[in-house]
């Protein structure tokens, strides 16, 4: 543990090595010996919560009791890169596999975007789902680690920057007001979606049972312990009839019981208990 009176002689280069180890314990995340230049990311951040200088800030994290600089430290040194209709064959699965065997199943559907960053996945799920199945109610639990990244998700709003990445003029139309500073999603698609922050490798599992989960674009971050631990909990909160929707180089290098590989080569599997 580092203390504020061994501060002294503390820099960058001599933090990275307990900063990995930190972000390990937090979140899974796995970063390199030579990523230290990540760490300047820290800057504005150590700025606005009034540390004079990235040691002193990562100081005070790693001495420990802080949950606001944890989530701070979690929250700039994770990706949340994201797009509405992130790898369109992926997204092509779901309208004409995927959602007809949900629909058949003839109840509402429960879905889990776990790892949603700024909401672009949810957002585009319940877009597919509206337009393509629009008599099949749906529910969406969307959840990340990152609390203001998932504050953001939960506003709706998105640049005209972001709704260019992955949208048509159509859909844009179709499912946003302008607002100021870019686009809202209407409200009867925000409605079916509850966001919460939740950390996959924490403590608590999910309560109930998924029809669909997409965990994607973020194992790829984690070791294989971590990898695997999550791997059991997406599928024990997976319904007999679920679907999990992983990135396409996530996949398991074999299938795992009680799961079969879609043959789209998009990421999906399915549940076959
Ligand atoms: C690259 S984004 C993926 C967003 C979206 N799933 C997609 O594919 O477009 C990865 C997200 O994983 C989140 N994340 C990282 N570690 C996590 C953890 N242990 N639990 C939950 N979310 C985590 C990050 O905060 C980030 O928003």
Redesign the pocket.
Known sequence: MVTMSSNVGLNETTLWPLVRQRLRAL???VLQEDQAYLLNRLEPVARSLGFPSVPLFLSATLAGGRDDLDSAL??SM??????FF?DPVFWETIRTRIGPALAALGRPIRIW?????TG??PYSMAMLLSTHFPNMPFEIWA????QD?LARAGSGVFTKVEVERGLTPVQLQKHFDPVKGGFRVVEALRRPIRFDV????GAAHPLRRFDVI?C???LV?FDDPSRERVMRRLQDALSPEGWLGL?ATELPVKDAVGLKRLADGAGWLECTR
């Open positions: 979140c899974g995340l979690v929250e994770t990706t949340h890169e994201s797009s992130r975007s776990a790892a949603c960053s672009q996945e959840t990340d680690i990152a990244t939740y950390n996959l490798l997409f994607r674009n973020v971050y990135g």
